[in-house]
């Protein structure tokens, strides 16, 4: 039957009323001290800028269950957007029937959760208009030509290929390019396509190793690394000052087109991966060097597996943990840091007799090992000492092989973080390095290699990103400072400059 006016208006009248007694009961709530008044005022503040009844039949729920606790967990706040941008629950701990919907064999609820303080379309929507804004402004401001271009890359998470199409949608409908990746890809390559896309900006939508339930959005600048100041701020302040889901897209003709990237910037990835390798004779050789690797359900095996094989090296993988899966369910917690993330990889490594263990985090920017000692038996390395050892690996092949020598060493320099062992610091000083300590984050190291950049003559910045590693070496070595290597003692390192981020 049609669909009258009158039968229109009546369900008007319908759902106005049931949003009225939601919110008297929500603020009884409030009065009998269940509810924080912050909660409440962020309960009305979603309620009123809806765009469907989803949110409010989620919110019913929870309270005709009388669950205060999930309630205040979700709306005692706004979700912050911070320096690192978005890092919460996608899913709550009282998952709604609402949320629940259809069943997935993958056990993950068909929606996010409802909640101010929360990862969802609420806050990633809200999160990519700030972005997006301050990335049009920069690119008049600077008198560039052309739409920008924002990159994004997600991992194996629930919702983040969801929450990367929804910020796709977003980029475009306010005028500029999305290149998104067509399917799960790491942190360090996000970086690198940043800078090799020429793109103002770049999103990763990830929570690295954290639990199941949770999920993240890192916003990246031009040069490839995490935001920093100026751009930091002025990125915070616009994206608190929108509100809502709902804005108006600009017309069809001025909106940004989305680019699917894949195997051609993995191609170009791992081209300038293996100009790290400083004995390429003994890869030739193909020594019987066996190891194990397991990305942990994550990313990683997108680019480490193909990289071993191009070095021919023997890579077994962990069958069971190079499947996707949101849970991580063959691991307490999907953090490399810890020794029961490597257990089945140790085990499949003594099974075969293989001489390293590799694991990497879901998104990929952080590597546990396990190594053979002395006695021939496993053993877990911690961050510092893995970090260590490829600082004195480096070192020695770069003065062995003549790329450093005395004359030229005190434009070579090691950087880390406060918190990381001194011991790199006497191994640079053994070789006449310079060593560079900088505050505890990778961002911090990713600002260092962005004012090198910045310190080389103006010619060679123009054309910077298009040489090769040996030239970008010399050029280095000759007018700033070239990068050797980089880490923090949380297991995250890097020792190339055309990655912002731990590699």
């Avoid at 199409?165 to 390559?189: N, Q, W, Y």
């Avoid at 069809?252 to 993995?266: A, N, S, T, Y």
């Avoid at 390429?280 to 050789?285: E, F, G, I, V």
């Avoid at 053994?430 to 003559?457: D, H, M, W």
Wanted: hydrophobic letters at 40%; charged letters at 20%; a negative charge.
């Amino acid at each position: 039957l049609p669909f009258t006016s009158i039968q229109f208006e009546l369900t008007l009248i319908s759902i106005f009323k049931l949003m009225n007694t939601l919110l008297n009961l929500v603020t009884k709530a409030e009065g009998e001290g269940h509810l924080s008044s912050a909660s409440t005022q962020n309960i009305r503040k979603l309620l009123a800028q809806a765009t469907s009844s989803f949110e409010e039949s989620v919110i019913a729920e929870l309270v005709a269950e009388g669950d205060w606790e999930e309630l205040n967990n979700r709306f005692f706040t706004t979700l912050a957007f911070g320096t690192g941008g978005l890092r919460g629950k996608t899913i709550g701990a009282h998952v709604t029937k609402v949320e629940e919907g259809v069943k997935r064999p993958d056990g993950r609820p068909e929606f996010a959760c409802v909640g101010t303080n929360a990862v969802n379309n609420y806050n990633i929507v809200r999160a990519t208009r700030g972005l997006v804004t301050y990335v049009s402004q920069w690119h008049q401001k600077q008198q560039r030509s052309g739409r920008s271009k924002i990159c994004i890359s997600y991992d194996t998470r629930f919702f983040s290929r969801e929450f990367a199409e929804l910020a796709a949608k977003v980029i475009t409908e306010h005028g500029c390019d999305a290149l998104m990746f067509e399917a799960p890809r790491s942190t360090p390559e996000l970086s690198f396509a940043v800078r090799h896309c020429e793109a103002t900006a770049g999103i990763n939508i990830t929570a690295s190793h954290n639990p199941p339930q949770y999920n993240g959005y890192k916003v990246y600048f031009e040069d490839g690394g995490q935001i920093i100041e100026p751009h930091a701020s002025a990125i915070i302040q616009l994206v608190e000052s929108m509100e809502g889901e709902s804005y108006e897209p600009l017309p069809k003709e001025q909106q940004g087109e989305i680019v699917l990237l894949g195997q051609e910037i993995d191609e170009a990835y791992m081209k300038r991966l293996e100009t790290l390798v400083l004995h390429p004779s003994l890869m030739k050789q193909k020594p019987a060097l066996k190891v194990v690797y397991t990305p942990l359900h994550g990313v990683g095996g997108v680019i480490i597996l193909p990289m071993l094989h191009r070095l021919g090296v023997e890579c077994l993988p962990v069958a069971s943990q190079m499947l996707p899966d949101g849970l991580f369910s063959t691991v307490k917690s999907p953090n490399p840091e810890n020794a029961e993330a490597l257990t089945l990889g140790m085990e499949l490594a003594n099974k075969e007799g293989a001489h390293l263990v590799l694991a990497t985090d879901p998104d990929d920017d952080r590597m546990g090992v396990a190594a053979r000692n002395a006695g021939g038996e496993l053993q877990l390395l911690t961050g510092n000492q893995i970090g260590a050892l490829m600082v004195w690996y480096r070192l020695t092949q770069l003065f062995s092989s003549g790329i450093l020598n005395k004359k030229n060493r005190g434009g070579a320099v090691i950087i880390k973080s406060l918190v990381t062992t001194d011991l790199q610091k006497v191994i640079a000083e053994k070789f006449g390095v310079r060593c560079v300590e900088t505050l505890t984050g990778f961002k911090y190291i990713g600002a260092k290699l962005c004012s090198y950049e910045e310190q080389l003559p103006m010619e060679l910045q123009v054309v910077y990103r298009t040489l090769s590693e040996v030239e970008t070496r010399e050029a280095r070595l000759e007018h700033s400072s070239y990068f050797v290597f980089g880490g923090e003692e949380s297991y995250g390192y890097s020792m190339g400059d055309f990655v912002r981020d731990k590699d």
